[in-house]
């Protein structure tokens, strides 16, 4: 060696050998702003030698000692201490030199990161740059790292390169093997903030015995009787009363709940969260300060009533109230809950279904067009015998068939027979009547409460729109469940009385289909249902394997609204059980529904057939036909549906060469074993789990994923605000019985019938809170992600899936012309109704706030 090399090697000075990285983070922050104190703290921690250090990994050569790959020397971020400190929460950029020699280390695979500050702070990036005969490295991260004395094993991170398992690289298997393991835990202990562990539990923390047997409510999953998905294990000590129950946070509304730090909401998201909850909480109290309408403090006076609340707003009392408000509250949060005209008035946006005509809500056209363009347009199907039959076992039961007849109907089916009608698929049913019959003897017995099991048939017009024919409302017979139902039919009527009932009727329709929609088709059939993904995708397919990059964008939120919801919305004494019909029965009714749960019938297609409104037909584009031309949810959500499957094709076809590769990738195995096993272990032995032995296999199941969390989700979800923002549209509780003949009620119907149906269907409080809630569900925060878009451009280091993924934003962009094409044509009469709403929520893209559009990529509100 020459003496200049000798020099070298002793001082390490060899300019030739260093690779310049940048790394992007966010400091620890609070709300929306830089937590100051704390990263005051970090500066003096630096500055005393305790700084945040770098080790690079490679990914071409093994240590000399083991099979792990050589590690750089460590390398600090610098200027730390003399970093500008941004007020408000934001990414800085911080430079960092590694001593690299690339024919010794070979290529970068991977990096160790150690945080000897006492805070954390999110990681989003590592990029080197100019790696010899690499060019630039970037390492996507995405995470939170607290200070290394909270781990029990070292940070580590990949470059955005995918592997299958069998293709890693050497010196990165050991790492991503031990990656998997950290992530998985051992399933003891409570679970704190900075502990990275998914895992399972059953729903065992919706009741909270220890106050009461009242408050006590069975568990779901785990038993045949209350079969459900599994959600997050958080560790949290039982309660006294029950050892297999978790106990709940004593703090109310309290947002402490572990989800692993990285599934929780960005500063962003979590600002925008806390803002439109804290606006719902000021509102429930409001009735009680002040009789806000004239006659009956506690039940609007009218329907005029009603839109006073989005037309004048209301008006916090003067008084401490309202200065406590004005005082405490953070003036950007402030704007957002009360109108800027110095008055106190709490804003209430004007829900899309009454800003355009204030009474064609009530319409038999829109109450038929809100089956196939409102907020659940996934319950209704085609009527394929006459009367219609109950599956519920006659055993227990009784005779649970339908008393609607021949001559309830026969005179609106445009001179069709019921035969001819049923044969050309003309007649239609809304069938409510299954779900809600076994527990609805327990629900009438609960408070607040008084509904009915429904079926409601309806024609298919000429026009493509659909007529409602006839509802039957039943109750439990009073002698038991063994002797069946006593029901009632109700025809459509104008005039008088009877067209009071008739209103009354639908209103009773819309109570059963606004809780189905709430606890099933919204929360079981998005919510639930997807966590265990998210769970054994983070525990079984490593950061590396191509298809977590492929799915992890559509689990984004979703642990963290789940555990929400938990805590505060679907628990005992909630909002869920406060007002939705099912009251204290809500989510047992959701798991009795998962007992039909299909893995298979989640897609939209299958769905269509199953439900009879579609039938396969190979010469269509879709591979099937809709029975019912004009249904805006089938119509859109095809196309998004054809989309998302196209681009999983292209995906999982780059990286799977044929279905060997399937068969042998046991990271992908032992995802879907687990999935079954455990995620949807109540489900484990069903025989119609595909077998994931196939490309096809994979392809369709990542399909469905993909689905339920972006389009189903934004289908059921954002059109809250839009249809039950203005409850008498969407009432979710009734608190009467029809009134009969003869009773003060039916009196009161000649006279006033507005009155009569506010007092069955919208009183004031649950009005009030209802808006509320539905506006924070309803809303897009404004760091959304949505479907065709990604957070990060170098998600993949492979070019062809980059390549499929703009064809993919491609037919997105086209099917939202396609949707804006047809919302203008008045033939699609049931794209915008007499309401006059246009049928956006499958429109791909959307702005932040109540926009009734918009498809995000999770369920992450």
């Not at 200065?323 to 899309?352: A, H, M, N, R, V």
């Not at 297609?605 to 579609?614: F, H, N, T």
Request: with cysteine.
């Amino acid at each position: 060696m020459s003496l200049g090399g000798i020099v070298d090697a002793i001082v390490g000075n060899n300019d030739g050998e260093k690779v310049k990285g940048r790394v992007i983070l966010m400091k620890k922050y609070v709300l929306d702003f830089t937590d100051i104190s704390a990263s005051v703290v970090d500066g003096f921690a630096d500055l005393l030698g305790q700084k945040v250090s770098i080790q690079l990994i490679s990914g071409s050569v093994n240590a000399a000692d083991g099979l792990e790959g050589k590690l750089s020397n460590p390398a600090y971020l610098e200027s730390w201490l003399t970093h500008i400190i941004p007020i408000i929460a934001g990414e800085s950029t911080f430079g960092v030199t590694f001593d690299w020699d690339h024919k010794e280390f070979g290529v970068p695979g991977a990096f160790i990161i150690k945080n000897l500050h006492l805070n954390e702070f999110f990681l989003k990036s590592l990029t080197l740059e100019d790696v010899p005969n690499h060019g630039n490295i970037h390492f996507v991260c995405n995470s939170w790292v607290y200070p290394s004395f909270r781990y029990k094993s070292d940070r580590i991170f990949f470059a955005n390169q995918a592997y299958l398992p069998s293709e890693t690289p050497e010196p990165l298997r050991k790492y991503r093997e031990n990656e998997l393991v950290t992530l998985r835990g051992d399933g003891t202990g409570k679970l704190e903030e900075w502990d990275r562990v998914y895992d399972y539990a059953c729903y065992n923390d919706l009741g909270d015995p220890d106050k009461g047997e009242e408050y006590a409510r069975p568990i779901l999953g785990g038993s045949s009787e209350y079969p459900y998905p599994r959600r997050g294990r958080t560790g949290r000590e039982p309660t006294r009363t029950d050892p297999n129950c978790e106990s709940r946070n004593p703090l109310l509304m309290t947002l402490d709940i572990y989800v692993p730090r990285d599934e929780r909401f960005g500063h962003v998201k979590n600002s925008d969260f806390l803002t439109f909850s804290l606006k719902s909480i000021l509102q429930t109290p409001l009735p009680a300060f002040k009789a806000l309408f004239d006659n009956t403090p506690n039940e609007f006076d009218s329907l005029a009533d009603v839109l006073n609340l989005y037309e004048g707003g209301i008006k916090l009392p003067e008084g401490p109230l309202l200065k406590t408000i004005t005082d405490t509250i953070p003036s950007e949060i402030l704007k957002d809950i009360l109108q800027t005209d110095g008055q106190g008035l709490l804003k209430y946006p004007t829900p899309q279904v009454i800003q355009d005509d204030k009474t064609a809500w009530g319409t038999d056209e829109e109450f038929g067009r809100e089956m196939l363009a409102g907020i659940n347009p996934v319950i209704i199907s085609r009527l394929q015998e006459f009367p219609p039959k109950s599956k519920l076992d006659p055993t227990i039961y009784g005779n649970q068939n339908s008393t609607i007849t021949t001559e309830h109907v026969q005179d609106k089916l445009d001179g069709l027979t019921v035969d001819e009608a049923i044969k050309t698929n003309r007649l239609f049913i809304l069938n409510h009547h299954d779900i809600v019959m076994p527990l609805l003897r327990k629900i009438n017995m609960s408070a607040n409460t008084e509904a009915y099991a429904s079926r409601t048939l309806l024609f298919l017009q000429d026009n493509r729109t659909l007529k409602p024919l006839a509802i039957e409302l039943s109750l439990p017979h009073p002698d038991g469940d063994q002797f069946g139902t006593v029901s009632k039919v109700y025809t459509p009527a104008d005039q008088g009385v009877e067209g009071s009932i008739w209103m009354l009727a639908k209103a009773y329709v819309a109570v059963n289909d606004m809780g189905i929609h709430q606890l099933i088709s919204h929360w079981l059939n998005t919510h639930a249902v997807i966590e265990p993904f998210v769970i054994a995708t983070n525990r079984q397919l490593s950061v590396l394997h191509p298809i977590h990059k492929l799915l992890y964008p559509h689990f984004r939120n979703t642990m963290n609204i789940n555990a929400l919801a938990r805590e505060t919305l679907a628990n005992c004494g909630g909002f869920v059980e406060t007002y939705l019909f099912p009251a204290k029965y809500s989510m047992e009714m959701s798991s009795a529904a998962y007992k039909d749960w299909v893995f298979n019938e989640q897609a939209l297609p299958a769905d269509l057939i199953k439900r009879g409104v579609a039938v396969e037909d190979s010469s269509s584009p879709h591979g099937i036909r809709l029975l019912i031309l004009d249904y805006p949810y089938a119509i859109d959500g095809l196309e998004i549906w054809a989309a998302i499957n196209s681009w999983v094709t292209e995906y999982c076809k780059f990286y799977y060469k044929s279905d060997e590769t399937v068969q042998k990738d046991t990271e992908l195995q032992a995802w879907w074993k687990e999935l079954r096993e455990e995620g949807h272990g109540d489900k484990k032995d069903e025989p119609w789990w595909p077998k994931m032995q196939t490309r096809q296999d994979l392809i369709d199941c990542c399909t469905i994923i993909i689905w339920i969390a972006s389009a189903l989700h934004a289908a059921v979800n954002f059109g809250l605000y839009s249809y039950a923002g203005y409850l008498p549209n969407r009432p979710s509780l009734s608190w009467n019985l029809m009134p009969g003949p003869g009773s003060a009620e039916y009196e009161e119907l000649k006279t006033n019938p507005d009155m009569v149906f506010l007092k069955t269907f919208v009183p004031q409080l649950q009005t009030l809170l209802e808006m509320s809630i539905f506006e924070v569900l309803s809303r897009h925060a404004s760091d959304e992600v949505y479907l065709g878009q990604r957070d990060s451009p170098e998600w993949t280091k492979d070019k062809e899936p980059l390549v499929a993924f703009e064809r993919f934003v491609k037919m997105l962009n086209d099917i939202e012309n396609r949707i804006m094409i047809m919302n203008s044509h008045k033939s699609w009469k049931n794209r915008s109704g007499p309401v006059k709403v246009p049928y956006t929520l499958l429109f791909p893209k959307s702005q932040e706030g109540l926009t009734g559009k918009g498809i995000p990529n999770s369920v992450s509100i």
